[in-house]
């Protein structure tokens, strides 16, 4: 069974950094998309950050310059490094996985989801 485990969340003041990972296990992860979602209380989850198998990386206009995802394949892990975070970046976090044919940002191309971390910016 395919498993999600998400960490790294926590709270930080404005202009602080956090670095997330999503460890995956039982998928061969090298051949999976990636991403990582965000959803704020009464909002619709979004997209961060994503990462084709290949390498090649979409961002949310809210996250370019701040934040960098990245996968080390040989831990099955990926990672989100977030800088210079603003109170508006207050979410749940999520990782996905899934194979995303053309459309990398969008949630429904995921098969698979973590159970999400909390990240929360004071001001």
């Known amino acids: 069974q395919v498993q999600l485990v998400e960490s790294g969340g926590g709270l930080v003041q404005a202009g602080g950094s956090l670095r997330l990972s999503c460890a995956a296990s039982?998928?061969?992860?090298?051949?999976?998309?990636m991403g990582w979602f965000r959803q704020a209380p009464g909002k619709e989850r979004e997209l961060v950050a994503a990462?084709?198998?290949?390498?090649?990386?979409s961002y949310a206009e809210s996250a370019k310059g701040r934040f960098t995802i990245s996968r080390d394949n040989a831990k099955n892990t990926m990672y989100l490094q977030m800088n210079s975070l603003k109170p508006e970046d207050t979410a749940v976090y999520y990782c996905a996985s899934g194979h995303t044919g053309r459309n990398l940002t969008s949630p429904y191309e995921y098969s698979y989801w973590g159970q999400g971390t909390q990240v929360t910016v004071s001001s």
């Open positions: 990462m084709r198998w290949s390498g090649i990386t």
């Open positions: 039982e998928l061969t992860f090298s051949t999976y998309d």
